[in-house]
C-alpha cells in the first residue's frame, strides 16, 4: 500500500562543491513553501513519536508551470472569443467550445464521444472540459472532451494564449480593452 504524501515543497539547491553527508548547505526551501515546510515538520514530528522516522524523499527539477493570470487572462479572452463569434446570440458559441477548437488547433487531444447522459458527471470528473454538442434523446448524448491546458508550461500557454489574441483580431474585436490586454501580455512577455 502507498503510504500518504506529507508535503510537497519546492527548493532551491545552489552547490557548495562539499561531498559530506553531514549537513545540507546549498539547499533551502522556496520561500512560498515555508508555510508547507513548517507543517510537514510538525507532521512529521507527529508521527515519529519521538523515534527515528524513516521517509521517502523524491528529488525532481520544478517544472515550470502556467500562471494562475496566464489562466485568467485564457479565460477572459475566451469569453470575449465567444461573444464576438455569438454575435450576442444567446446560446450561441461558448468560451469551452473556443477553447476546444482553439486546443484542437494547438495540437491537444480533443476527442468525440457519443456517451450515456448520466455519464457526464464522471466525464466531468475526468476530463478538464465536457462540452455536451447535442443531445440524441432522452438518454444519450454526443460531447466533446479534452485535458484542457493545465499540463501546459509557461512558454505553451504563452503561444496558446497569442493564438487567442490571434482569432480575437481575426473575429474582429479590437475595443480598447482588448488592446490594453494585448499591450500588457506583451510587456510582462517581455
Same mark, same amino acid.
Given at each position: ?51 527515528? =522516522? ?45 477553447? =476546444? ?21 464522471? =466525464? ?43 482569432? =480575437? ?22
Amino acid at each position: 500500500m502507498a503510504s500518504k504524501l506529507i508535503a510537497h515543497l519546492a527548493a532551491w539547491y545552489i552547490p557548495t562543491g562539499r561531498t559530506d553527508l553531514d549537513g545540507m548547505e546549498g539547499l533551502t526551501v522556496d520561500g512560498g513553501y515555508l508555510l508547507e515546510a513548517r507543517r510537514m515538520h510538525t507532521e512529521l514530528e507527529a508521527r515519529a513519536r519521538g523515534q527515528p =522516522l524513516m521517509v521517502e524523499i523524491e528529488i525532481k527539477p520544478v517544472r515550470d508551470k502556467r500562471t494562475l493570470d496566464q489562466n485568467r487572462l485564457m479565460w477572459a479572452l475566451l469569453n470575449k472569443l465567444a461573444q464576438a463569434l455569438s454575435g450576442g446570440t444567446p446560446g450561441g458559441v461558448t468560451a469551452e467550445q473556443c477553447y =476546444l477548437d482553439l486546443l484542437a488547433d494547438y495540437g491537444a487531444e480533443v476527442e468525440t464521444w457519443r456517451v450515456p447522459l448520466k455519464a457526464l458527471p464522471a =466525464l466531468r470528473r475526468a476530463y478538464r472540459v465536457v462540452q455536451v454538442v447535442e443531445v440524441l434523446d432522452g438518454s444519450a448524448c454526443i460531447v466533446r472532451l479534452g485535458m484542457g491546458s493545465s499540463t501546459f508550461d509557461r512558454a505553451q500557454m504563452r503561444e496558446f494564449i497569442d493564438r487567442i489574441f490571434d482569432r =480575437l483580431a481575426e473575429a474582429g474585436v479590437d475595443d480598447a480593452e482588448t488592446t490594453e490586454q494585448y499591450r500588457e501580455w506583451r510587456r510582462a512577455d517581455g
